[in-house]
């Protein structure tokens, strides 16, 4: 002010450009706060506004470069915050702000044009729960639309792996973020869906800002899934992140990883069932042989076998008898040829003649060897006939002729083997078979069913 | 190629079909030894069979790239630290 020098008269182009030039200096780079009212939108591309609080107004325009760039669409009534300068329009003395950046007020820009289109295509049925198709239970190609670098492929590629995809994967390497990220992204469905083998897409990125993840919130996006000819799950960001291919897509799942759960998971579920199946095989034998193990047991305990060791024991019963009675009949046998010695003994000390004495000694203690003789022949011969009795039992027993290709285990003292743990490798086992034994050493020991599986 | 994997995949289904057949027989009848034995060793064959299959299931990666306009090709994809 102190350079305008007093009295000095102004053009009015001078003052107009005077008042620009200090505009210029101290208002070109303002933020600004108001409510949008008339609006209009040129042809052009410029969009013409006034800019509004409780009291005043501003003309505003917002031009056709900067205009392009705006996330979200202007609307009347809509509180923005503006950035930009003030400029004199000379031709009619006004001045206005010219806006490069529009953000609504409260909310954030992209959040707001998130909300516009997600009402727009919410609308158009896009979201429609008839609209989504059903993934293939078994695919037997896969469709990857990500960053060929990124975590997510990682992820994905880890969980089909861990979840037994049994399948091929196509990888459609894209830029995930920034310019030019939703052209690539819809190139890459248009592709993937017309090929023919493919039978999903997963389209999958890691977690990011709203900026970052905002290809998957533009409509080219949207509706290329949308048309897309095979089913797209989408897996972007972290669980808290929708973005409106989300909603478009036929599956939403969380994050790359669920997403490539949700794919594989009929795959996960034939091998769990395989899994399933061979364990009931495993244990529905094993209860089979258990079945058999106790009938088995049970007959060796039956009536007939019973019978046949009571008879065992009466004869061993009977044969006690006998050998009482024939140690009975030895003594009394003893007892008259003691009598009768006694007798002699009387006679010979009678007539003491020592020499008839000892020879009659001579001939008694032979007697009494010739007995005892006798009796443990008798014995001997008694125990004989109880063994072949016993190994006649033995032959008829319930085991040989029922397992008919199973085999029993033996401990060396006759115990029976029936589980790993009553023996100790390389401890001597027998191993009974039908027609003889088996002397064997226990290797190792190898605890579950037939192949140790 | 298709064609064959379709192949593979009815033959993985149907032995694990039959395997789920015979442990519901084992399950279901008092069986005769023998014949619970066969059944067995018919049901540890489809078994060994079907884990084959599935051990072969090694995840194949392929990349696409965009060889002339229009026109796509696919390489064998190799993860980044692999």
Same mark, same amino acid.
């Given at each position: 002010m102190a350079t305008v020098p007093a009295k000095k008269i102004f053009t009015v182009s001078q003052i107009n450009t005077l008042v620009c030039e200090m505009l210029d200096e101290y208002f070109s780079d303002i933020w600004i706060v108001g409510e949008i009212s008339n609006l209009k939108t040129y042809e052009s591309g410029h969009i013409y506004f006034t800019l509004k609080d409780e009291t005043s107004q501003l003309a505003a325009v917002c031009f056709r470069d900067s205009a392009r760039k705006l996330k979200f669409k202007l609307e009347t009534g809509m509180l923005v915050i503006g950035h930009g300068r003030l400029e004199v329009y000379a031709a009619s003395g006004k001045y206005q702000i010219i806006l490069d950046t529009i953000e609504p007020r409260g909310i954030g820009a992209l959040q707001q044009a998130f909300e516009q289109l997600k009402r727009k295509l919410e609308k158009e049925g896009l979201f429609d729960q008839a609209r989504k198709r059903q993934l293939p239970k078994l695919p037997r190609v896969i469709g990857i639309i990500t960053?060929?670098?990124?975590a997510a492929i990682h992820d994905m590629l880890k969980t089909l792996r861990r979840y037994r995809a049994h399948c091929q994967v196509l990888l459609y390497p894209v830029q995930v973020q920034g310019e030019g990220a939703a052209a690539q992204i819809v190139r890459a469905l248009d592709c993937l869906g017309r090929r023919?083998?493919?039978?999903v897409i997963i389209l999958g990125r890691g977690g990011g800002s709203i900026e970052d993840l905002w290809p998957f919130n533009e409509e080219v996006v949207a509706r290329a899934i949308a048309a897309c000819r095979v089913p797209v799950v989408t897996g972007i960001g972290h669980e808290v992140d929708f973005t409106i291919a989300d909603f478009v897509a036929d599956v939403r799942a969380a994050t790359p990883t669920a997403a490539a759960q949700v794919v594989a998971q009929g795959w996960y579920e034939l091998e769990e069932r395989f899994n399933r199946a061979v364990a009931d095989l495993f244990q529905v034998m094993q209860d089979y042989l258990f079945h058999y193990e106790q009938r088995v047991d049970e007959l060796s305990r039956h009536r007939a076998f019973e019978q046949v060791v009571r008879r065992l024991q009466d004869s061993r019963h009977r044969s006690e008898i006998y050998q009482a009675a024939m140690v009975n009949a030895i003594r009394r046998h003893l007892g008259v040829q003691a009598a009768a010695l006694n007798l002699l003994n009387e006679q010979l000390s009678r007539q003491n003649p020592v020499v008839k004495i000892r020879l009659r000694q001579v001939a008694l203690t032979d007697l009494k060897s010739r007995l005892w003789r006798a009796l443990t022949a008798q014995t001997t011969n008694f125990n004989t006939r109880l063994e072949r009795l016993a190994s006649t039992l033995n032959a008829l027993s319930p085991l040989a002729s029922l397992a008919r290709g199973y085999a029993l285990c033996l401990k060396p003292d006759g115990t029976l083997v +029936? +589980?790993?743990?009553q023996v100790a490798v390389s401890e001597d086992v027998f191993i009974r078979l039908s027609d003889g034994r088996l002397k064997c050493q226990v290797q190792d020991k190898i605890r579950g069913g037939e192949n140790g599986e | 190629m298709a064609n064959r994997n379709n192949t593979e995949k009815i033959d993985f289904e149907q032995a694990l079909a039959e395997l789920e057949k015979i442990v519901k027989q084992l399950e279901s009848g008092n069986l005769p030894l023998e014949k619970s034995l066969e059944l067995f060793e018919r049901g540890v064959k489809l078994a060994r069979q079907c884990k084959e299959k599935l051990s072969e299931a090694e995840l194949k990666v392929n990349k696409l790239i965009?060889?002339?306009?229009?026109e796509m090709g696919e390489l064998p994809f190799a993860e980044e630290g692999d």
């Open positions: 960053s060929p670098s990124g023919e083998d493919v039978e +029936k +589980k790993i743990g | 965009e060889e002339k306009e229009g």
